[in-house]
């Protein structure tokens, strides 16, 4: 680890991912006072109260604004990324994050609750781009024996923009009726940081060189980011994978859904993001607080509870990032959404039975730590780095974009869902995430591979077997999914011999 690629990586999740995570939860503190600010508002405009429930339509427009904007910015990854290249995205992205905080920041003084919700779609944009684009552009940079380490990194500063939301927003900080603009503008300062200093850093080197085809520029970053001169050997694989986008050209999203020899990559990434969000996170932070207050928590308190709470998810995410390389990308998955299914069903058990049996309250206190836990080693970083090491250049924009909307629409779903299900179920609504933690293990268990310490090249000949493609070793090129002529149903993968 080269000091060079520890502060690009560093500056990207902080720019970029920190606010991903600070934008989760920076509304949730302040809710009461920026209810209030809409209804004053509307008063002083109509002369009479607003009605609870337009209040309520507000809101909620409010808060599903930002998985909405997520969604749309998820659709601009494949362009952008392709003709701008991943740093210039990151530069270009920053400005949705500083027009947003400029607009929430002076809400109040302009009178109008109407910025803060088209503010939130601008920063869900935002958010939609850096979730894709942060993961890429890092996973492109690294070594292989670094790559999961440092593809967790995004994901440890997006636990650690919660964290600082949740402690601005206490009510001694700045989640109060005078605080809550600035808690809301101060999202714009990472994103000066960002513009400020990444453009001293090096373009991912793949770009430079299979997308641009320019070597040198590729060496120069190489060098840059490795910390010596012989880059040989990383340069001779991008040239393999250069010579597959010479076969291939580029994926659009609609060709990676219908091309054979991705089609298990597309399946994978689509089932682990389904189950990141559709595994219950939302649900289990919702409850939280009713949970510890029903354990004796006094309301007061339960702010700083969700705090601790915050923590343990950072740790555990840090945690993630030393042993991802040696554990492999396979058990984090298969520990991380194992340990998030049985602390449902328990919970589900623990949450029927606190009103009759007194300690079950405690239960459900580690039931809910036990599932942070185990969300914040696998189900949450991991989906990410496999986008980035399942897929080639070639197809991997089209795969973050394809991920990235999967991802920020389960998102919006539970959001909208939730309410109604939690309404109707009650504590059995943990069942169903704990039976779709149960399936996405299942699929983990048998059909993805592990990838620690292997090039994007190695992994792409691991999947060509389970997408049943022809593999044939050449001696002079390399060719990824070469048709072969009269022979529409197979493929054909020519490859140096290692």
């Known amino acids: 680890m080269t000091l060079s690629l520890a502060l690009v990586a560093l500056l990207s999740a902080f720019g970029s991912s920190f606010q991903y995570g600070y934008n989760v939860s920076v509304i949730n503190s302040p809710a009461p006072y920026m209810q209030d600010f809409y209804n004053r508002t509307y008063f002083d405009r109509n002369g009479v ?3 609870s429930g337009f209040q309520m339509l507000l809101w909620s427009l409010t808060v599903s604004m930002y998985p909405l904007g997520g969604l749309f ?23 949705f994050s500083v027009a947003a905080a400029i607009l929430m920041g002076t809400s109040e003084l302009a009178k109008t609750f109407e910025v803060i919700i088209l503010s939130r779609v601008i920063i869900g944009i935002y958010a939609g781009l850096a979730s894709n684009v942060v993961p890429m552009f890092l996973g492109e940079m690294s070594p ?18 919660i964290l600082v939301a949740q402690i601005l927003g206490l009510n001694s900080i700045l989640g109060n009726a005078k605080g809550w603009p600035v808690l809301l503008g101060l999202t714009g300062i990472p994103s000066l940081i960002q513009l400020l200093i990444l453009p001293f850093f090096p373009e991912s080197p793949r770009y430079l060189l299979i997308q641009k085809g320019n070597e040198e520029q590729a060496r120069q970053a190489l ?4 910390g010596w001169d012989d880059v040989d050997d990383e340069i001779e694989e991008m040239r393999q994978e250069d010579q597959s986008e010479k076969e291939e050209g580029h994926f659009s999203v609609l060709s990676l859904c219908t091309f054979r020899g991705l089609r298990w990559q597309l399946i994978s990434i689509i089932v682990m993001m389904m189950g990141q969000q559709l595994s219950g996170v939302n649900a289990v932070f919702y409850y939280a607080d009713r949970i510890f207050q029903s354990a004796g928590v006094d309301n007061n308190n339960v702010q700083y509870v969700t705090v601790s709470i915050g923590a343990i998810n950072v740790v555990m995410t840090l945690i993630a990032v030393f042993i991802v390389e040696s554990l492999g990308r396979r058990i984090l998955l298969l520990a991380g959404f194992g340990l998030c299914c049985v602390s449902c069903a328990v919970l589900t058990l623990a949450l029927n039975l606190q009103t009759t049996v007194s300690w079950m309250s405690y239960l459900s206190i580690v039931c809910v730590i036990v599932y942070i836990i185990g969300h914040a080693i696998g189900a949450s970083p991991i989906p990410f780095v496999m986008i980035t090491e399942m897929f ?11 991920g990235g909307s999967v991802h920020w629409l389960c998102n919006f779903t539970v959001g909208l869902v939730f309410l109604y299900m939690e309404a109707g179920l009650g504590p059995y609504s943990f069942l169903i995430f704990c039976a779709i933690c149960f399936a996405t293990i299942v699929y983990i268990f048998f059909i993805v591979p592990e990838t620690k310490n292997k090039t994007f090249m190695e992994i ?5 077997k389970r997408n049943k493609v022809e593999i044939q070793e050449d001696k002079e090129e390399l060719k990824d999914f070469h048709i072969v002529p009269g022979r529409q149903e197979e493929n054909k993968i020519s490859s140096s011999k290692l």
Do not use: E, Y
Not at 392 to 402: K, N
């Open 49 to 51: 109260p607003m009605d």
């Open 73 to 95: 910015g998820s659709l601009m990854v494949w362009p952008l990324v392709n003709n701008c290249g991943r740093k210039g995205t990151l530069l270009i992205n920053n400005l």
């Open 144 to 161: 292989k024996n670094l790559r999961g380490a440092i593809g967790v990194v995004p994901q440890l500063f997006i636990t650690l923009g």
């Open 223 to 226: 060098r840059k980011l490795r």
């Open 392 to 402: 080639l250049q070639s197809s991997r924009p089209a795969a973050f974009m394809v």
């Open 460 to 464: 792409n000949r691991i999947m060509a």
